[in-house]
């Protein structure tokens, strides 16, 4: 990762070029990284309940002022009419009362369930894998040995946008894909599960906070997002708390050692495999 980083940030002729979203290599490889079973292991043991708990709900959680007008002119609480322009629902919806009314409703249950999955992430912290805590670490250090003058928040939203983006998101909006449900949810679930992402996403975008709320429907949102910053700041540093890659494998050589027995798990296919390789390479071995 390091040296990645090194290579791609001689290319880059400034630090927004490089700063976020990664550059393609890093990313691939991160991303790819996180994928391994460990993490999945741990989504599913940490968020899993949550994610399906989420996606099994029949009640639409959207806060977008023309959606939601449109689902009113679907189950006809407001004359539908047709050949309507986005402008012209815009219009509507700003000045119906009702509108306002649900969106302010499904605001607060984003809100709970929102709340849910970062209380899920900060009684974990312990649980995560470590391979992927360590590299919360590497980016850490190398933002501040690249960019001296980036201040703590733009530092925690390069690991939020690592830890959460690539990490915790993709579980969230694509659960059929971690095993959590035996197949893609139905649209509406889609559409619930993207909104919870997008919320912790904002979260972890801590430069910026007034910025980082791209869509307009999603301003109401913008004080809890604000007000969960700097405990998920908080949350970031912790995940960085680890002991360096090499002292780690140090400590697990020794305490391997220091076990009286060590058992190795093998199946009767490895077992075969080791045995065809020997024969194969016996004139060498001997």
Request: proline content about 4%; some cysteine.
């Amino acid at each position: 990762l390091s040296a990645v980083s090194n290579m791609e940030r001689s290319r880059c002729s400034s630090r927004s070029s490089y700063w976020f979203p990664y550059t393609l290599n890093m990313t691939r490889m991160m991303t790819t990284y996180t994928r391994r079973g460990p993490g999945e292991m741990y989504l599913r043991s940490t968020l899993g309940d949550i994610i399906v708990d989420l996606a099994k709900r029949t009640d639409s959680l959207e806060i977008n002022p023309v959606k939601v007008y449109e689902e009113m002119m679907e189950e006809g609480t407001v004359a539908a009419t047709r050949h309507l322009s986005f402008t012209e629902k815009q219009k509507l919806a700003e000045k119906n009362e009702t509108v306002h009314k649900i969106v302010k409703n499904r605001v607060g249950k984003l809100e709970k369930i929102a709340e849910a999955f970062l209380q899920a992430m900060f009684s974990s912290v312990d649980q995560v894998p470590y391979g992927i805590r360590w590299l919360c670490k590497a980016i850490q250090q190398l933002a501040k040995e690249h960019f001296p003058e980036a201040t703590s928040e733009n530092v925690s939203s390069l690991i939020g946008g690592f830890y959460v983006l690539r990490f915790l998101n993709p579980s969230i909006v694509t659960p059929h894909a971690y095993r959590l449900l035996p197949h893609q949810p139905r649209y509406g679930a889609r559409r619930n599960l993207t909104l919870v992402a997008k919320i912790l996403q904002n979260i972890a975008n801590q430069s910026h906070a007034s910025a980082a709320v791209k869509e307009s429907y999603m301003q109401p949102l913008q004080p809890f997002i604000h007000q969960q910053q700097i405990q998920v700041r908080g949350f970031l540093d912790q995940l960085c708390d680890v002991p360096d890659f090499h002292e780690s494998m140090q400590l697990e050589q020794y305490l391997a050692l220091c076990q009286k027995t060590i058992c190795i798990e093998i199946t009767l296919s490895e077992i075969y495999l080791i045995h065809n390789l020997l024969v194969k390479y016996q004139d060498v071995l001997v």
